[in-house]
């Protein structure tokens, strides 16, 4: 693509092609592939991921919210969208556009049992969501027989899967813990196929699940997230997949800062020499936050690394360019292919999924195909 004149998100949909082949390549042909598209596709675009997932033959979507499902449905997604955090205020939304949701509490399988027979509803795909080890959502192995006695008892819903979720699938450190959490899982499904007489398909892995225990714990469908998205968790995977977004920006102006001057707000920086700097048009509303600032992290201008000095602002930074060769209007990349989101991450001390997912709206986003 032709340089920038201004910030945006490139998203580039032939890298997103790459990490979804990659991680086919990963599973057995004939166990299906969730793609993880909530939070706007992990900060790049829900619709347009959504549709280039979509025509690879993707099999399943996963958002975390009835709204985010309600989106990709108005905007002409037929494959199944499971909704992770249904919340009941939008259950009646979530049957009217062929949602299907993760049931994770007696309170929530009651409400939607409740609302689905109001509908006149049947058979109705819903997902069972179960606790291995996360304590974050989901039933208990002791719910097992209410569960089944609410679902068997001529009710409007049909156990489509029955899913958990890994807690340390990344960090072999934890190998015993997630094991734990695998067998856990087993034992569960398989109580729950003798008492209901069928077999939901199951699935656990998330993208370092998929990397780390598809041989132990692949069942009948993967969920992948973050390494659609280009990252792996692990350096040598994160070599072979491909970060589909790189945020661009422009230099706006550049100074000449002589000794004992200072740099953006509260004085964060104080130059100790004669020291050249530019302003960018991008601060922390649109996802850079201030934690980047003060020389923890840098950007690239021509292929040179460049530190953030001062504080970030809320619509701009600010960078040193002494002894770097460029102009006002030239492109900075923020983030990208050679300057990863992960590293940039790092150096703030924080997570790729944060500052990826924290991209701002109203950063626009533009898209090719390599």
């Keep these: 693509m032709p340089k920038t004149t201004e910030t945006v998100l490139e998203i580039n949909l032939k890298s997103l092609e790459h990490n979804y082949n990659y991680l086919r390549s990963k599973i057995n042909a004939s166990t299906k592939l969730l793609s993880v598209v909530k939070a706007f596709a992990y900060g790049s675009d829900a619709v347009k991921v959504a549709e280039k997932l979509e025509k690879l033959g993707v099999d399943y979507f996963a958002v975390a919210y009835a709204a985010e499902g309600v989106s990709l449905r108005k905007a002409g997604i037929k494959t199944p969208i499971l909704v992770l955090h249904p919340q009941v205020a939008n259950f009646d939304a979530l049957i009217k556009h062929n949602l299907e949701p993760s049931i994770y509490s007696k309170r929530i399988l009651d409400t939607f049992i409740e609302i689905a027979e109001k509908q006149d509803q049947k058979e109705y795909p819903v997902h069972l969501k179960f606790n291995t080890g996360l304590n974050r959502l989901g039933f208990n192995e002791s719910d097992i027989d209410y569960i089944v006695e609410q679902v068997q008892a001529d009710k409007p819903l049909k156990i489509t899967s029955i899913l958990s979720h890994l807690a340390a699938s990344e960090d072999l450190n934890e190998k015993d813990f997630t094991l734990n959490q ?189």
Excluded: W
């Design 182 to 370: 695998i067998d856990a899982f087993k034992k569960i499904t398989s109580e729950i196929d003798k008492k209901l007489g069928y077999k939901p398909f199951k699935h656990l892995l998330n993208t370092s699940g998929i990397i780390n225990y598809a041989t132990e714990a692949q069942f009948d469908m993967v969920r992948t997230g973050i390494g659609m998205y280009g990252y792996g968790n692990d350096a040598i995977v994160d070599n072979e997949l491909k970060p589909i977004a790189t945020l661009k920006t422009i230099i706006s102006q550049i100074h000449t800062i002589e000794p004992n001057q200072s740099v953006g707000y509260n004085r964060a920086y104080v130059a100790t020499k004669k020291t050249v700097t530019a302003t960018l048009p991008i601060g922390h509303a649109d996802g850079i936050d201030r934690i980047y600032g003060n020389g923890k992290s840098y950007v690239l201008v021509n292929d040179k690394k460049v530190p953030i000095i001062g504080n970030v602002c809320m619509d701009m930074m600010m960078i040193n360019i002494t002894g770097i060769k460029c102009y006002e209007g030239d492109e900075v990349i923020v983030f990208g292919q050679d300057n990863s989101a992960e590293e940039l991450a790092i150096s703030a001390k924080t997570i790729s999924y944060e500052l990826l997912t924290g991209i701002s709206q109203r950063v626009k986003r533009v898209f090719t195909n390599g």
